[in-house]
């Protein structure tokens, strides 16, 4: 399995077709569906899986709205951080 970065910003200016706060929780309840995730910053979080870095964007295309921005990156398992929402030791293990 490979660790990924996952980063988006929702557009808060539009509710079409969804509203920003059903995008957010679409998005979580998405990243939340892979076994090992954890949230880094409030739209960053690191997720691992078998899966490619295009296939887990392509999954959130159902998600996202046209004005909505999203990154998967997968980790070079190097990284340096300061004051992360997950436990320091979880994202050591999984970076």
């Given at each position: 399995?490979?660790?990924?970065?996952?980063?988006?910003?929702?557009?808060?200016t539009t509710a079409v077709?969804?509203?920003?706060?059903?995008?957010?929780?679409?998005?979580?309840?998405?990243?939340?569906?892979y076994p090992v995730h954890?949230?880094?910053?409030?739209?960053?979080?690191?997720?691992?899986?078998?899966?490619?870095?295009?296939?887990?964007?392509?999954?959130?295309?159902?998600?996202?709205?046209?004005?909505?921005?999203?990154?998967?990156?997968?980790?070079?398992?190097?990284?340096?951080?300061?004051?992360?929402?997950?436990?320091?030791?979880?994202?050591?293990?999984?970076?």
């Amino acid at each position: 399995m490979n660790s990924y970065l996952i980063a988006y910003d929702v557009d808060t200016t539009t509710a079409v077709p969804k509203s920003p706060a059903q995008v957010y929780a679409d998005i979580k309840e998405k990243i939340e569906a892979y076994p090992v995730h954890g949230q880094l910053t409030e739209s960053c979080w690191l997720i691992r899986s078998a899966a490619t870095h295009v296939a887990i964007r392509d999954s959130f295309m159902g998600i996202m709205r046209s004005s909505d921005r999203l990154l998967v990156l997968k980790s070079a398992n190097v990284a340096a951080w300061y004051n992360l929402k997950s436990d320091t030791k979880w994202v050591n293990d999984n970076i």
